[in-house]
């Protein structure tokens, strides 16, 4: 964020010739923050409406390519299909496999492969807004991974009644300081 500039308004500054006063994003008031944060959100939200026109988009015209498809004989058709299927379901596999080790998630490898798998990536705006979701992902996950908040109580190996139903020698192995 260092690199982005800030011109007296608060708008970023877009112009490499640009005279006037700039400011870094740490220099920004919480107002102007806000409406920078939302603005980026805004385009984050218009970006993947974007994605989701174009992958409509994109399955319509797929749709329209598969009926405008000349049949050929019928035995020939089905071992063609099956042929096709199984290399296909191998490739979404194999696709699979390879965001699963880029570090993307099971629900987003699941969207980016409703809009065309991998190859999908090789757009930039689909990279983005993949990349977009991972991160909203991660944050929802380390959110959950937290317990709760800082009211919610520890996360413990034994209730309180587990501790109660347990003899004395249970409880020295499972708390080896008590004897000390």
Same mark, same amino acid.
């Given at each position: ?48 409406? &974007?994605? @989701?026109?174009? +992958? #409509? ?8 390519? *598969?009926?405008? =498809? ?41 969207? &980016?492969? @409703?809009?065309? +798998? #991998? ?8 990279? *983005?807004?993949? =990349? ?47 004897? #000390?």
């Amino acid at each position: 964020m260092a690199d982005i500039k800030f011109d007296e308004n608060g708008a970023v500054i877009t112009d490499p010739n640009y005279d006037g006063e700039s400011r870094t994003f740490e220099e920004l008031t919480d107002t102007e923050v806000e409406a920078y944060v939302a603005d980026r959100k805004a385009e984050v939200a218009k970006l993947n409406d &974007i994605i @989701e026109r174009k +992958g #409509k988009k994109v399955q319509t015209l797929n749709d329209t390519l *598969k009926d405008d =498809d000349v049949s050929p004989p019928q035995g020939a058709r089905n071992n063609q299909t099956g042929a096709d299927d199984k290399t296909k379901s191998e490739n979404d596999r194999l696709d699979r496999i390879e965001l699963r080790q880029e570090g993307y998630s099971p629900e987003v490898i699941d969207k &980016i492969m @409703e809009l065309g +798998g #991998k190859n999908a990536l090789s757009n930039p705006i689909v990279k *983005k807004s993949a =990349d977009e979701l991972q991160a909203e992902h991660d944050a929802v996950r380390a959110t959950d991974n937290m317990g709760g908040g800082p009211n919610s109580s520890p996360e413990t190996k034994y209730s309180r009644e587990d501790l109660e139903k347990m003899s004395v020698e249970e409880m020295e192995q499972v708390l080896p300081h008590a004897d #000390k």
